[in-house]
Every structure is written in C-alpha cells, then in structure tokens.
C-alpha cells in the first residue's frame, strides 16, 4: 500500500484494468493525476469534449474495452452527454469522469454550482458521486465492472477538493468474468434445421452479435443455401465480395435485401433484435438465436427462439448438415438481383447528372486506398448510406458507426479513437459537410498527436438525409441548406493535408497523392474535400416493384421517380418467376 494523491490512485486504477489513455480538457484538480502519471495513461486533448466522449464510445465499439472520458464541471460535463447518448443507446461500455466544485460549495448557489447528479442520472446504469477522497479508487473501480456488466457508461463525480487529499492506494486484481458461451440443445438444433428445409425462401438476417462469428455465417449461408441481409451495424461482418451478400436492410440498405425480405418465408435472425422487423408481414415465420434472452422475441413473434451464442450455436447446426444444401431458385434469383444492384452502383459511379462527381464516383476512388486491416469510421446521414453501398468491407476490415443515436460528427471523432488503438493500420472516417463541419476544430487532435487519418468528406451544401426525410413528408427543406468553407483549405490552415475535388481529374490525382503520402509514411491526417452532386442516394426503406404486390402503374411511377430501368433492374419476383418457368 502506497500514500499518493487520490487523482493518481484514479490513474492508477484505470491502468489497473488497462486502460491507456483518456480523452478530454484539462481543468480542475484531476489533471494533476495524470500529469503525474504520464507514464500509465496518455490523455488525450481534445478540442471539445464532445469529441472526447464520442472518441471513448468509438474506441469501445472497435476495441471491446472500456473508452473513458473526463470533463470539468459544469459545461464541461455536458458536452459529454452527446456521447453518453450513443453509448447508451449502442450498449457500450464506457466510463465518464467529471468533476464538481468543491464540497463546501455543492447546493449553494456558487459559480457552476449546478446538480450535475441529477442531470446525469437517466444517462447510465452506475451512478455516483463520492463524499471522501479515499472513496475515489474503489468508485472508479466499481464504475468500470457495472459498465462491462451491463454494456453500458458508467459516471463518476468527483468534487474538485478531493482530487489531491492524500490517500493510501493498493491495486486489487482485476477479474473481468467471461460471459458463459450458451449453446443450443440437439432439440433446438434439429427444429432449426426442419424450419430451415420446410421453407421456400429463406432468408439470414445478421446483427452486431455476429462479430465474432464471421465465418460460421458465411459457413451457415453456404451449406443451406441462404441469402444473407444485414443490419446497418452489422455491414462490416459480412464481405461485400461474398455471392450470398445481399447487403443492408433499410434506408441505408440495397434493393435485393429489401425485397429478399419481403419474399421470405422464414428469416433466421442471428444476433440482431431488428426493430423495424415489427413491420414485416406477419406470414413470415422467423427463427431468432441471439446470446441476449431479453431481446428473444422483442420485435417479432418468432416460431423457434434459442438462447445461445451465434458462434457455437451456428457452428452446431452447420455439423448437423454433412452435404450443401443445393440451391434454390430464390438463391439463384437473389444471385442475379445482386449482380443487377452491382450494375446500378455501377452506373451511378459513371453518371455526371450535373457535371460534378457522384458519392459514388467519390467513395469507388477511395475504396483504392483501402487495405485489409482498414477501419472505417462512418458519420451519419447520406454518407453513411453511400459508403455501407460502395466501401469494400469484411475482409478484415472493420466499420463503426453511430447507430442508434445517430450523432453528427462521429465520423471524424471515431478516427480520433480508432487510429489511437490501432495506429499500425488505416483509417478512413467519411462525414458528410453538415457532420464535418461540427467537429472540425478537432482535426486538430488529429494533427497534434500525428494521426495519419484520411477524412473523406462529401460536401453538397446541405443536410442531405434530413431533406430527403422532409421531401418523404411532403415537407419543404427550410433552413437545411448552408454555406461551405474549403475544408481542403481549413485542413491545410490547421496543418494537415487537404485535397479538393471537383470532377474526375482531381479526384484521380487527389487519390494518387494520398497513396504517395501513405508511402512515404506521412503521419498528418488528410481531408479529401470531394464536391459532389446534390442528389440523394436511392431510399430502399420502401421498393414498390413486386407485381404481386403494387399495380403496374404504382412500378411505373416508382422506377421513372427513382430511375430504375426495368430490363436492367427486374424486381426479384420477376427474376425467380422467370427461373421458375425455366424448369
């Protein structure tokens, strides 16, 4: 047992279950913890602490550890409840610690006096602010075991003059327990398998709880012949090379996973507690493995829920089967519908409807700068869709991005974290101007520590999903145009690399120039500025092309609308008729 400043017994816990480094700006008592322990844990500077708090969220989706952010009282604590939020929502450990003003001045009206307990109460599961500096250790340590516990942040509150009161600090082991790997009964299994063979069409739905099963899903996909949609989460899981991939569901997804979907007979969900499931037609029936019980039946009535691990429980069905299931027409027909969708990013990659680079175009360039360790950091809003359609994911590669809480400037704070934790691979983050533009004071951060991050940033003016949004509603987009910088300017100004791009010259010489610098080993981050058409990517929320479905006239209008040719982009129902009449 050692006498040492509390905030350095603070410290010394947190490298006690190995974090090492914080994010933050300094003030108050608690930075002289780390100042004296620079040794252990770096802190990072922050520009805002929004940044800060986002980056620790980002830096627990991608590593699986606890991300830990610190703020001063008052305004300082809350600019952390932005990434709170995503934390929260995205069931994410992380750890926040703030600071309060001095105990005699709590709940006297004194500057930044304000009850930051109650504020942050509804923001986590572990709530706490200590009254005794010899509290502050073992507060931080219990913070960090309910965070991992219940996936989610943790808060502490210390008031400032505890941070430096003289304290006796011993390091405790640290055991974090192992969640049990559940299986499935050989019930479970065969009922899987029956449900799986009775159907006609079936289909994979995957989720974040796939990470760690990768390959049993491709493996499971494989051997029974099934199609495999994704989550949003969950794009980067599943290769974007691989035939059975039909990509993501939704506003974000593609035009084969929606109407695979909306064919499908049965859906085995496989780590995802879907929401929008809850508007699927109730004819579907849905098997759902998920190692959560809570999220067993929340969305969707299913005929089979398994309890279990995706790993070991797909693993145990794939035993089960000694031969390929052959394939079906509907995975034929899913096959051809995918190359179609191919073909339609294809020709969005070549068009110049108004003289100017498509996303598309944009993202198809960078996708060259792409190795197989790349993390991707995505922002929210159109780019976010753009880049789950164009990027090369799943080979190695990794995406994170603000799923639930849907938090502008995520992108460019996800780098931050991401290039930290791994700073031997490579990093792209891709934010949309609206995005960008809030956090850009922290490309700073990126400069200061020499993270060599490529920020990819798609500028058409606006906030492009939110319009979209207001045009579904038969709203107009008041107030939701805005005045650009030239952020290859501003990037520049703040000492990185900054590349404008305004047609296919530029962008051709701008990707060149970013693989030299790479070469070279350049540690300053790059903002590629790409200048893009203001066109918003095609909304496959809802796919008016099934004739079983929609009259003739509603496809019409909807293909003109949306410019989809039919001959070159058949609906699925079409396909599998046509391969069914060849039979």
């Known amino acids: 047992m050692a006498q040492m400043k509390a905030s350095q017994a603070l410290v010394k816990e947190l490298a006690n279950w190995q974090v090492d480094h914080v994010y933050g700006i300094p003030a108050d008592s608690l930075i002289d913890g780390f100042a004296a322990e620079q040794d252990l844990i770096r802190y990072i500077q922050v520009r805002h602490e929004e940044v800060g708090a986002l980056a620790a969220a980002a830096e627990s989706k991608l590593t699986g550890k606890i991300g830990v952010a610190l703020a001063a009282v008052g305004p300082g604590a809350i600019h952390l409840i932005y990434g709170l939020c995503d934390a929260k929502m995205d069931h994410t450990p992380m750890l926040v610690i703030i600071s309060n003003v001095t105990t005699s001045m709590i709940n006297t009206h004194y500057l930044q006096d304000m009850d930051e307990d109650e504020l942050f109460a509804g923001l986590d599961t572990f709530h706490r602010q200590v009254s005794d500096a010899k509290q502050i250790p073992g507060t931080i340590r219990a913070a960090i075991q309910a965070a991992y516990k219940t996936q989610s942040p943790s808060i502490v509150i210390i008031p400032d003059d505890l941070a430096?009161?003289?304290?006796?600090?011993?390091?405790?082991?640290?055991?974090?327990?192992?969640?049990?790997?559940?299986?499935?009964?050989?019930?479970?299994?065969?009922?899987?398998?029956?449900?799986?063979?009775?159907?006609?069409?079936?289909?994979?739905?995957?989720?974040?709880?796939?990470?760690?099963?990768?390959?049993?899903?491709?493996?499971?996909?494989?051997?029974?012949?099934?199609?495999?949609?994704?989550?949003?989460?969950?794009?980067?899981?599943?290769?974007?090379?691989?035939?059975?991939?039909?990509?993501?569901?939704?506003?974000?997804?593609?035009?084969?996973?929606?109407?695979?979907?909306?064919?499908?007979?049965?859906?085995?969900?496989?780590?995802?507690?879907?929401?929008?499931?809850?508007?699927?037609?109730?004819?579907?029936?849905?098997?759902?493995?998920?190692?959560?019980?809570?999220?067993?039946?929340?969305?969707?009535?299913?005929?089979?829920?398994?309890?279990?691990?995706?790993?070991?429980?797909?693993?145990?069905?794939?035993k089960t089967q000694p031969d390929q299931v052959p394939a079906s027409d509907f995975l034929k027909a899913c096959h051809i519908a995918r190359q179609n969708w191919h073909g339609y990013l294809d020709e969005r990659v070549a068009a110049r409807p108004t003289g100017l680079l498509t996303a598309e175009a944009v993202l198809r360039g960078v996708s060259q700068l792409s190795t197989p360790d790349t993390i991707y950091g995505l922002d929210i809003g159109n780019n976010m869709v753009w880049s789950t359609r164009m990027l090369p994911f799943g080979n190695g590669q990794e995406m994170t991005m603000s799923a639930w809480f849907g938090a502008m400037g995520y992108g460019l704070s996800a780098g931050i974290a991401a290039q930290l934790s791994y700073p031997d691979k490579r990093v792209i983050t891709v934010s949309g101007d609206g995005g960008f533009s809030m956090v850009v004071q922290d490309l700073l951060t990126q400069v200061q520590y020499q993270l060599p991050v490529i920020n990819v940033v798609l500028e058409n003016g606006g906030y492009g999903f939110i319009r979209q949004e207001k045009a579904k509603a038969g709203q107009s987009d008041y107030g939701l145009k805005f005045m650009n910088a030239n952020w290859a300017g501003v990037a520049e100004n703040m000492g990185a690399i900054g590349l404008r791009v305004t047609n296919d010259q530029t962008l051709t010489a701008a990707i060149q120039t970013i693989k030299q610098h790479l070469a070279a080993g350049d540690k300053q981050p790059i903002v590629l500025d790409a200048v893009i058409t203001d066109e918003e990517p095609l909304d496959t929320s809802t796919m008016k092309l099934d004739p079983d479905k929609y009259s003739d006239r509603m496809i019409g209008e909807f293909r003109v609308k949306n410019h989809l040719d039919g001959d070159r982009y058949p609906s699925l129902r079409r396909i599998l008729n046509r391969l069914t009449a060849q039979q």
């Open 164 to 318: 430096n009161v003289e304290i006796n600090y011993e390091p405790m082991p640290v055991h974090r327990l192992a969640k049990p790997v559940l299986a499935g009964t050989d019930a479970q299994v065969a009922q899987t398998v029956s449900l799986i063979k009775q159907a006609k069409r079936p289909v994979m739905l995957v989720g974040k709880g796939i990470r760690h099963a990768q390959s049993e899903v491709a493996a499971f996909s494989q051997k029974f012949g099934l199609p495999v949609v994704t989550t949003a989460p969950a794009v980067g899981y599943v290769a974007s090379n691989f035939e059975n991939n039909l990509g993501s569901l939704g506003t974000v997804g593609t035009q084969p996973a929606f109407e695979a979907m909306h064919m499908a007979d049965l859906v085995v969900m496989v780590g995802t507690s879907y929401p929008f499931m809850r508007f699927m037609p109730r004819t579907i029936k849905t098997i759902q493995i998920n190692q959560d019980s809570q999220a067993l039946g929340e969305q969707f009535p299913a005929v089979q829920l398994v309890q279990a691990d995706a790993k070991t429980y797909l693993a145990q069905v794939i």
